[in-house]
């Protein structure tokens, strides 16, 4: 299974429209983090060790909904931090529905029953749950004990009311083969999630865990033993196929970090997501002042080992979307 047909159509259709259009480079989805602030505290996190003054601060409805649409991206995903701790995320997230964006917002889920009232269904928004494995190591990952059964009690909460629910699982060298089918299986068949989303965990620097990161081999061998056996094709994976031939070392390309944009309290952070070596106002700005050539595996240290999501779907997406045969089947597979 692939990313859902209505919206691989429109995204085909927003690539071709910048193509014609002469832009080089653009957004396919923002992650868009409005806060720094957590409720939780997990030791692979590299986003909540910035200063008191910063992780009290909240973005402006204003201010998120203007970068969204300065970039023009269709897509957006609401991170942090945890987004349900701003007073004014529900405003976030209806605006930028009212404009037809895809939103996902990503939680720990531990929020969810006091704020779901907040929210409504919509084919355009879809919570995204973080659950890294099942009970033991999912409150492993985050350093608290009874996180795991919050999150499938809210899980269970929004697919009674009729919300779009995916999860996110970042996995670590400490997972086998077993561990990461363990958790799909559950996510896929027991609690029957819309989608699936998985990346390897990337090396912060500012993380307090450095320990438990993967190699590219390392990620290639647990991805390729954990989808054998027609378990990818049975699992509802929210990711290009090229994006899973790349996990399990089939294919192999470099990064597209101006595809998957981060937009913070700070500004447009340059290169990704998952480096900060400064900031711009504007996403245009972004995209011409950065040396784009100097990031990437082989080019810059820090990228070695990095085999995220946020840095290489793009690539599979552009890759999918320039060959006629990899298009059909990402149709085929949705
Ligand atoms: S729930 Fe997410 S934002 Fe919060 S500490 Fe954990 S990884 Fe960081
Ligand atoms: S490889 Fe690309 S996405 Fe990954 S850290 Fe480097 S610049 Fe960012």
């Known amino acids: 299974m692939g990313i859902p047909l209505r919206q691989s159509v429109k995204i085909g259709f927003y690539i071709v429209r910048q193509k014609l259009r002469g832009r080089a ?15 939780l505290a997990c030791p692979g996190c590299g986003k909540i060790q910035h200063p008191a003054s910063i992780l009290k601060q909240r973005m402006p409805v204003e201010q998120a909904v203007g970068a969204i649409e300065e970039c023009g991206a269709p897509m957006v995903s609401i991170a942090g931090g945890e987004p349900l701790m701003h007073p004014q995320i529900d405003e976030i997230v209806r605006q930028l529905i009212d404009r037809k964006k895809f939103v996902y917002l990503c939680t720990n889920a531990v929020l969810v029953p006091r704020h779901i009232d907040k929210f409504r269904p919509s084919p ?4 995204v749950v973080h659950i890294d494995g099942l009970r033991e190591r999912h409150d492993e990952a985050v350093a608290k004990e009874g996180v795991f059964d919050q999150a499938v009690a809210a899980i269970r909460q929004a697919r009674q009311r009729g919300f779009k629910v995916a999860t996110n699982s970042t996995f670590f060298n400490t997972d086998t083969p ?31 865990d450095q320990e438990h990161f993967l190699a590219v081999q390392e990620t290639r061998e ?21 994006f899973l031939d790349f996990l399990e070392g089939k294919a192999d390309f470099q990064c597209t970090a101006w595809g998957i944009p981060s937009y913070s309290l700070f500004g447009w952070q340059r290169p990704c997501y998952l480096m900060s070596d400064g ?3 504007t996403y245009e700005e972004l995209v011409e002042t950065t040396d784009w050539e100097s990031y ?11 085999m995220a999501h946020c840095g290489y779907e793009p690539s599979a997406v552009l890759a999918t979307t320039a ?7 990402a149709l085929r597979e949705g």
């Open 25 to 39: 480079k653009y957004p396919l989805i923002v992650e868009l983090e409005p806060l720094f602030a957590c409720n």
């Open 124 to 127: 355009y928004f879809t919570w």
């Open 178 to 208: 077993q561990t990461v089918i363990d958790v799909l299986d559950y996510l896929n068949d027991e609690l029957g999630v819309d989608r699936l989303m998985i990346s390897p965990a990337y090396a912060y620097e500012k993380a307090p």
């Open 222 to 242: 647990l991805f390729a033993k954990a989808f054998a056996g027609g378990r990818r094709r049975r699992w509802r994976l929210n990711h290009s196929p090229l």
């Open 279 to 281: 900031y711009t106002k």
């Open 296 to 306: 990437g595996r082989g080019r810059d240290p820090r990228c070695a080992n990095c």
């Open 323 to 329: 060959s006629l045969r990899e298009s059909i089947r």
